[in-house]
T-cell receptor
């Protein structure tokens, strides 16, 4: 049984650029959630995908968007990067109806210069 | 609306001493409560959770937490700290729409020999 894997592990971008982060969910999990963890803060919910559709969203602007694929893997896209987007981005997978048991990946550390 | 407050951003204990990490919550619905641990350069791992039923919950690595509705608290304890317990600990409550977890800002636990 494979765990949640995220790529890349580290990324450096310039303000105004676009970025795509990727996540492979744990085997058998059909739901993917994305969280942003700023330095010294707890994770903040960005959105959740189930059956390739967004079914929950936190307080993030539309330039944060996502996709879920038929194999349940997922992408997080961020357009028009801002300095405050610098953070650790965590992907978590779960089984729909059991969202309280999240399995997290190790995250992608994004630095925006 | 749901929220979590973790009292004390940093707790230091000696090896073998009692560990007590404090968490208070606010919830408009019966709460589902969680403790997650994050080791350096890793994602979050579920320690324990309270959903319904028994208010004293036992988790992994010897940790336990007690749900106290009258005090709106869910403090995490461990009778005897290990050096390997040094990490960041996050308390969380499930959002009312059941898609997200709302995390506190975290408590860094340091264990000295």
């Amino acid at each position: 049984e494979t765990g949640v894997t995220q790529s890349p592990t580290h990324l450096i971008k310039t303000r105004g650029q676009q970025v795509t982060l990727r996540c492979s969910s744990q085997s058998g999990h059909n739901t993917v959630s994305w969280y942003q963890q700023a330095l010294g803060q707890g994770p903040q919910f960005i959105f959740q995908y189930y059956r390739e559709e967004e079914n929950g969203r936190g307080n993030f602007p539309p330039r944060f968007s996502g996709l879920q694929f038929p194999n349940y893997s997922s992408e997080l896209n961020v357009n028009a990067l801002e300095l405050d987007d610098s953070a650790l981005y965590l992907c978590a997978s779960s089984v729909q109806g059991n969202n309280e048991k999240l399995f997290f990946g190790s995250g992608t550390q994004l630095s925006v210069l | 609306a749901q929220s979590v407050t973790q009292l004390g951003s940093h707790v230091s204990v000696s090896e073998g001493a009692l560990v007590l990490l404090r968490c208070n919550y606010s919830s408009s619905v019966p709460p589902y409560l969680f403790w997650y641990v994050q080791y350096p350069n890793q994602g979050l791992q579920l320690l324990l959770k309270y959903t319904t039923g028994a208010t004293l919950v036992k988790g992994i690595n010897g940790f336990e937490a007690e749900f106290k509705k009258s005090e709106t608290s869910f403090h995490l304890t461990k009778p005897s700290a290990h050096m390997s317990d040094a990490a960041e600990y996050f308390c969380a409550v499930r959002a009312s729409d059941r898609t997200a977890l709302i995390f506190g800002k975290g408590t860094t636990l340091s264990v000295s020999s």
